[in-house]
């Protein structure tokens, strides 16, 4: 009987352990074991020195969260010799307490790692410095919320991490995220809590959507009037049927110096930026900028968009002096992200005027089509041709959306990566089997911009409700794509768009918890993806993202 009574007693403790374990994105392998690893004395951090950069910062910030956050002492020692760790880096030490220990393992995944937590001490292999990221984050997450947010908490007297095996990997190489500021300007201290949300979730991708009709978000440097008149408009509110504009000046834009700080906080959470210029549509903003030579009818007046939809006020292609802009545009934005990736947009390009442009027409002609949407193609072309001219530490390459695919795309290569929105699963599989990368970022159900409930104190935004937490998550990415397409699949990506969206409060709110959804399907393998198990986990976040500061959707936490 007593034995019984043993088991019993050990039974509930290991699933006690098990329901503390509430991890976002869930890991593609993990063993929930005996015990626990206590935080306690002095806690020393041993890692090697690896050929890529950033292992030492990656050290350096976690340390420095620990002791801000627990008071527990942490310190780090970096190791001189040996790629493989083992015990003996414990006799190896002076003093004999070192406790988490990180290994090289060059044939793992870029962004893969191990971790195993034992009551002795703590162990992570990786590849890269993003893989140590990603394993700090998920310890991180095995403790007290506080940890993640960095905020302290003197009502927690234990800091432990139960002990767990791990093996862990992404599914997708694009876990993205897409904010609108071109219709409402937010602000870089906003823009940072969105990167910790993000680098909290895993995710790698910050598309910033920063132009549009209604602003020009970003300063350049050759163009000063794209701030100096594009970033402000005559209305805070965007009219839209009986809402009309409210006359009040409003706007905002990022110098250069922001954008760099911005740069660089999103570097240290492996966060890569896509610049999104749009451009040639959805730029009335740079039109009234530079109406003399951006425009089709320099004649007419010219202002920063005060409503939402599509304006029709589009870039003249056929003027040289647009197309340098384009490409002087471009330059300035190498120059400020270095990253892989620039967006151009392409969507919901109105070619009303170009029709009515006697230059358009003669060009349209000369590049022998009767499909204004080629002109567009013919524009980014020479954008891509002026691309592939700059020393390889400057290239970039382009994302368009799926809209670039009405028109012949073949001036363009098969070398672009096409963001598939609309029509989102049949758009991706068209560009796969051009032979182009694709991104899925389907507008239903993934705009996380849209009500993510029917309850009235759901607050003002596009769509009925319906896009919830649930339906979000139950999205399967390449579902009943053909294998031999898979590899044109880079990810995936959530986006919110800002036409109703004034405070950035309400995009918190919208897009939490929804992101992490998206998180998950970027990560986790889809056969271990559960909405009913994500739900369960979903509980703890509640307390992270009061601790961090950020609204969110209350309705579904208990």
Not at 147 to 169: C, Q, R
Not at 182 to 200: N, Q, S, T
């Amino acid at each position: 009987m007593k034995k019984i009574l043993f088991a019993l007693l050990c039974l509930f403790s290991l699933t006690g352990i098990a329901q503390e374990i509430s991890l976002i994105p869930q890991p593609a392998v993990m063993k929930v074991n005996d015990g626990k690893f206590l935080f306690k004395g002095k806690v020393v951090v041993c890692y090697p020195k690896i050929k890529e950069s950033g292992i030492d910062a990656v050290v350096e910030n976690f340390v420095k969260e620990m002791n801000t956050t627990t008071g527990v002492k942490v310190v780090k020692n970096r190791l001189k010799n040996g790629k493989k760790l083992g015990f003996d880096v414990l006799k190896s030490n002076k003093k004999g307490d070192a406790h988490i220990v990180l290994s090289l393992d060059e044939n793992m995944g870029a962004e893969a790692y191990k971790l195993s937590v034992a009551p002795e001490r703590i162990d992570i292999t990786a590849a890269t410095a993003a893989g140590f990221f990603y394993a700090f984050q998920t310890l991180k997450q095995l403790m007290p919320r506080n940890v993640m947010a960095g905020v302290p908490d003197e009502n927690v007297k234990e800091w432990s991490v139960p002990a767990v095996f791990i093996e862990d990997e992404p599914r997708f190489g694009w876990r993205g995220f897409m904010l609108d500021e071109g219709r409402h300007f937010y602000g870089k201290e906003e823009i940072k809590k969105i990167l910790d949300v993000m680098a909290a979730y895993k995710m790698n991708r910050f598309h910033w959507h920063l132009t549009e009709d209604q602003g020009w978000r970003i300063e350049i440097k050759k163009y000063p009037k794209l701030t100096e008149v594009g970033a402000w408009r005559d209305s805070k509110v965007l009219g839209w049927g009986d809402v009309k504009p409210d006359g009040q000046r409003y706007g905002g834009y990022y110098t250069r110096k922001d954008v760099k700080e911005i740069v660089e906080y999103a570097k240290e959470r492996f966060i890569e930026i896509v610049p999104e210029v749009d451009i040639p549509g959805h730029s009335q903003a740079a039109v009234a900028s530079y109406p003399e030579f951006l425009s089709c009818d320099p004649e007419n007046k010219h202002e920063v968009w005060l409503w939402q939809g599509v304006s029709g006020d589009v870039i003249n292609v056929a003027n040289p002096k647009a197309v340098q802009f384009a490409k002087d545009v471009v330059d300035e934005l190498i120059e400020l992200f270095p990253f892989g990736y620039i967006h151009l947009g392409g969507d919901e390009c109105p070619t009303g005027k170009w029709e009515r442009n006697a230059e358009c027409q003669a060009l349209l002609k000369e590049i022998g089509s009767t499909n204004y949407r080629d002109l567009q193609i013919h524009f980014y072309r020479q954008i891509k041709e002026h691309i592939a001219q700059k020393p390889a530490d400057k290239q970039r390459k382009l994302i368009f959306w799926n809209e670039v695919l009405h028109g012949n795309t073949e001036p363009l290569g098969d070398d672009i990566t096409i963001m598939a929105w609309i029509g989102a699963d049949r758009a991706a599989v068209d560009a796969a089997k051009r032979g182009m990368n694709t991104i899925l970022s389907p507008q239903i159900p993934y705009y996380i911009n849209r009500r993510q409930s029917k309850l009235e104190t759901e607050p003002l935004s596009q769509g009925y409700g319906d896009e919830t937490v649930e339906r979000v998550y139950s999205y399967k990415p390449m579902n009943d794509v053909p294998a031999e397409l898979h590899p044109k699949y880079m990810g995936v990506q959530a986006n919110f768009w800002t036409e109703w969206v004034e405070e950035p409060e309400v995009v918190q709110y919208l897009m939490l918890p929804r992101l992490a959804a998206v998180a998950e399907a970027g990560w986790t393998p889809a056969e271990k993806r559960d909405y009913n198990d994500f739900l369960q986990r979903l509980q703890g976040e509640a307390k992270y993202y009061q601790l961090k500061g950020v609204d969110y959707g209350k309705h579904v936490f208990k």
